[in-house]
């Protein structure tokens, strides 16, 4: 229902009754503001109570006021401009601080109790399976990509960044690219034309598509063959990436229980690199 919740409030405008009316008027008419207001709030501004609205959405086909706004929010997120957010933030953000943590927090409680564990081990499993691992990330998911990769090199030499300096040098990268290999694609919204594009040039190398995305309406997600979700709106011109962090956090963990002693023998050599030239400052023992 995501995708057609307004050709729903148009289509059942006529029989509405008239507190449902002001609250359809208001969502068509606001729809990427009213995404991200509590009931109370949107219930205000609509002229009717809460309790309407939180009746409305169920008569509408959602479990509750809280699916709803998923469904808006779902729906809008790719949509909204840098300056919509940004008001939307004017609207929304009053002590910025604890409503900013809050939200974080939220993102990973969702995560949390939406996350599938078999999904999450067939990822794994087609990583330490795989011939070469390719990690592609553009615009803010770039620092992702690099912090993805960062780790992952150190767990084997069979892991490429692909530098998204240039569409064209992207594609030189990813020339030797093939079947067994993994192209594991980085995409939030506004999701990039480029990383779809390279994700389609990679599907046509042969190569399995894992994706790192926040829904399912995502399109790396519709050309993937194993994807991890994890939530990041965020109402301003700024995208939260602490719950897909945190999700990488946790395949690198998986990743690093997975290849077992060679990560131990790995990280035992390079303690005697960093000793041996001086990597990092040591606390003074006085």
């Not at 059942?12 to 068509?28: D, E, P, T, V």
């Not at 300096?165 to 192209?183: H, I, K, S, T, Y």
Request: charged residues 20%.
């Amino acid at each position: 229902m995501a995708k057609n919740i307004l050709n729903c409030l148009e289509r059942g405008m006529s029989g509405f009754s008239k507190g449902q009316k002001r609250i359809a008027s208001y969502i068509l008419e606001n729809y990427d503001k009213a995404a991200f207001m509590t009931a109370s709030r949107l219930g205000i501004l609509a002229g009717v109570s809460e309790s309407t609205v939180v009746r409305f959405a169920s008569e509408l086909g959602y479990d509750g006021y809280p699916s709803m706004q998923r469904a808006l929010q779902d729906m809008i997120r790719s949509r909204l401009t840098s300056t919509q957010r940004i008001q939307a933030a004017g609207d929304m953000y009053q002590n910025v601080l604890p409503a900013v943590i809050q939200s974080d927090i939220d993102k990973l409680r969702q995560m949390l109790s939406h996350g599938r564990q078999d999904e999450f081990d067939r990822v794994v499993d087609k990583i330490m399976t795989s011939r070469h691992v390719y990690i592609l990330g553009v615009r803010s998911s770039s620092f992702v990509a690099g912090y993805l990769h960062f780790y992952m090199h150190l767990l084997s030499e069979n892991v490429t960044l692909i530098q998204s300096n240039a569409a064209g040098e992207m594609f030189e990268q990813m020339l030797r690219m093939g079947p067994g290999d993994v192209l594991i694609a980085i995409s939030f919204p506004r999701y990039s034309k480029v990383t779809i594009n390279t994700v389609k040039f990679a599907r046509d190398r042969g190569a399995e598509i894992i994706a790192i995305t926040d829904n399912e309406l995502s399109p790396v997600y519709q050309l993937s063959q194993a994807a991890l979700l994890a939530p990041c709106e965020m109402i301003s011109f700024v995208d939260s990436m602490v719950a897909p962090l945190s999700l990488i956090n946790a395949l690198l963990v998986a990743l690093s229980n997975r290849y077992g002693a060679d990560v131990s023998a790995t990280f035992a050599e390079l303690e005697d690199i960093w000793n041996e030239y001086g990597v990092f400052g040591k606390m003074d023992d006085e």
